[in-house]
């Protein structure tokens, strides 16, 4: 039988991995590729850079629901829009304490506290430094996620023992304007750079199928892969159409984008955790399973976002099963490493 040999392209990611800088137009031609080439290249690299494939879980909870004063098109918690989501005010720390708990007893790692806040102010700091050194001493990665940051509030977040902050640029520099108005992507940029030099991780993302074109979320993609360095989390969201939001009712994206989104963020930024983030409910199990395919190594688990939907803890505990997904740091008494 005649043997043919496979071109060494075939194997060879499109960009060795050291290097740092994407321009938009190589994104955008991993976008462009078949869908298996695209696929079959994500899978070179995850499997390189995460031998394990395991899938990291991490809960979140809103400590400070709505009432926010920014603009953003998509979010049911800003006030100006009429989405049904009340104000509420900063969470107690028993109340944060108790949901930490629950979230590591069902095995999440990672606990993330989100706040509908522009950027807090710093007599919510205390507060929510307590919160961060609690969560942190019951032997969890902690993360937070409360608008934009001063360097010293990133500092006083690192001493309180935050491992990672969250703060996305949800999309690419030309269409944010088509998104937000209230504040600009270069004091989100700012943000994320006082969180670097606080010694902080970075966990930093976006959304997508909020209208932009495939050569705009390259865009996005290629903004977090030349952060230097990239983030250590990218979630990847995918745009939760919240009735009274300016974004409700856009035509929806097809799932087998949002996918090639997911690959796309795999190969460019080899050694991050890529998290399927919000849209899983509205998903369903067949595109999720593309997705982990793609790369995806991390979702957000636990019933609720942090005023939408997930899916059911229980729910993701069977799909991960069907998937033979192991889970990160989960041992078999069901602890964490
Ligand atoms: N207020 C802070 C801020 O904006 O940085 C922290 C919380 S905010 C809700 C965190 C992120 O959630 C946003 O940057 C956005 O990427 C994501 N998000 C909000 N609403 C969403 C929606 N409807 N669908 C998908 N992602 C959403
Ligand atoms: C992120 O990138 N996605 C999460 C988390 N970081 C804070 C938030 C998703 C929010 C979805 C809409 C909601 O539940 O309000
Ligand atoms: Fe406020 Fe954050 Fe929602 Fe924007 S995304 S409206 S800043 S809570």
Redesign the pocket.
């Known amino acids: 039988m005649q043997q043919t040999a496979t071109p060494m392209t075939f194997l060879t990611p499109v960009k060795p991995v050291e290097a740092q800088t994407w321009p938009v137009d190589e994104v955008l031609e991993l976008f462009d590729l078949p869908f298996n080439e695209l696929m079959f290249r994500a899978q070179v690299v995850h499997r390189e850079h995460f031998p394990d494939a395991d899938v990291e879980l991490a809960t979140l909870l809103s400590i400070k629901t709505g009432g926010?004063e920014?603009d953003?098109g998509?979010?049911?918690?800003a006030a100006r829009y009429d989405t049904g989501v009340d104000a509420k005010k900063l969470m107690g720390l028993e109340e944060v304490l108790e949901a930490a708990k629950a979230a590591k007893d069902h095995g999440a790692t990672r606990f993330c506290m989100?706040?509908?806040?522009?950027s807090p102010k710093d007599r919510d700091m205390e507060k929510v430094e307590a919160m961060v050194r609690q969560v942190k001493a019951m032997g969890m990665e902690t993360c937070a996620?409360?608008?934009?940051l001063k360097e010293d509030q990133a500092q006083r977040l690192k001493d309180a023992g935050l491992d990672y902050y969250?703060?996305?640029l949800?999309t690419a520099p030309e269409f944010y304007g088509n998104v937000i108005s209230t504040r600009e992507y270069q004091d989100r940029l700012d943000t994320l750079g006082h969180v670097r030099t606080a010694g902080l991780k970075v966990c930093c993302?976006?959304?997508v199928g909020m209208g932009e074109s495939r050569r705009q979320r390259a865009g996005l993609i290629a903004q977090l892969a030349n952060l230097n360095p990239y983030p250590e989390s990218v979630?990847v969201?995918?745009?939760?159409?919240?009735e009274g939001?300016p974004?409700h009712g856009l035509d929806p994206l097809d799932p087998l984008e949002f996918v090639r989104t997911i690959a796309v963020a795999r190969i460019t930024m080899p050694k991050a955790r890529v998290r399927l983030?919000?849209?899983r409910r509205e998903m369903g199990d067949a595109v999720q399973a593309m997705c982990f395919m793609a790369g995806a190594n991390s979702i957000f688990y636990g019933d609720k976002l942090?005023t939408?939907g997930n899916p059911d803890a229980q729910d993701d505990r069977v799909l991960l099963g069907k998937l033979g997904l192991k889970t990160r740091g989960v041992v078999e008494q069901g602890g964490c490493k």
């Open positions: 926010c920014e953003c998509y979010c049911p918690q989100g706040a509908a806040w522009r996620t409360l608008g934009m969250n703060h996305n949800d993302g976006g959304i979630p969201n995918h745009l939760v159409q919240v939001t974004l983030s919000a849209g942090l939408t």
